[in-house]
């Protein structure tokens, strides 16, 4: 059964502290990937990986940085926390593109982060 | 740039009522188009995809097809379960393995 995997359900934290989220999947996938959920606005990309040590911006990645040392993690650093980031986020996995053929994303279960 | 609206909810049905969700999109080359599901707590999953013009996707008794002249992917189900309670996605691809999202729509199933 395929997996992606999140550190955390809940985690709450303070305005300003450095905030580590961590992601793993079990696919062997080439694409990671970090988005935010928030209510009315869907899913944003904050960052995308297609490789290790590989990265691209998203639509938000103000405030965000992301990195990938091995192929099956993936991890969302908030350098500062604010509370306009608290929010709900979810990590997705895919195979990499394959002519005009686009994989499904496997999601984990989020991460509900609350910045007080 | 390219994009997808749904209609907003929630949309809230009894058991066994006939389901229409919308979804447009705009789209400056030919995408992908999927649907996907959130049941609550989890995280989303795949519900069904068409690639091309006038394709169907199936999965679980819903169905979608991919209607290029109205630029439209709706999600349909003939008769809707408590369990179909959740949040479903409609999202777009174009030539990248990248997907655009819509806000999502929340469906309440009531017995």
């Known amino acids: 059964d395929v997996k992606v995997t999140q550190s955390s359900r809940y985690l709450v934290k303070r305005t300003g502290e450095k905030v580590f989220l961590e992601c793993v999947q079990d696919m062997d996938h080439e694409n990671m990937f970090w988005y935010r959920q928030d209510p009315g606005l869907g899913l944003r990309l904050i960052y995308f990986?297609?490789?290790?040590?590989?990265?691209e911006k998203g639509d938000i990645p103000e405030g965000y940085s992301v990195s990938r040392e091995k192929k099956e993690r993936f991890s969302l650093i908030l350098e500062s926390a604010s509370t306009n980031q608290t929010s709900m986020y979810l990590c997705?996995?895919?195979?990499?593109?394959?002519?005009?053929?686009?994989?499904?994303?496997?999601f984990g279960p989020g991460t509900r982060l609350t910045v007080t | 740039g390219d994009s997808v609206t749904q209609m907003e909810g929630p949309v809230t049905l009894s058991e066994e009522a006939f389901l229409t969700i919308n979804c447009t999109y705009t789209a400056t080359g030919y995408p992908s188009l999927f649907w996907y599901v959130q049941y609550p707590g989890e995280g989303l999953q795949l519900l069904l995809k068409?690639?091309?013009?006038?394709d169907k996707g199936s999965n679980k008794g819903f169905e979608a097809t991919y209607r290029k002249e109205t630029t439209s992917f709706h999600l349909e189900k003939g008769s809707v379960q408590v369990s179909d309670s959740a949040v479903y996605f409609c999202a777009l691809s174009v030539n990248t393995d990248k997907l655009i999202f819509g806000t999502g729509t929340r469906l309440q199933v009531f017995p």
């Open positions: 068409a690639t091309k013009a006038d």
């Open positions: 990986s297609y490789d290790v040590k590989m990265k």
């Open positions: 997705a996995s895919s195979k990499i593109q394959q002519g005009r053929r686009v994989y499904e994303q496997y």
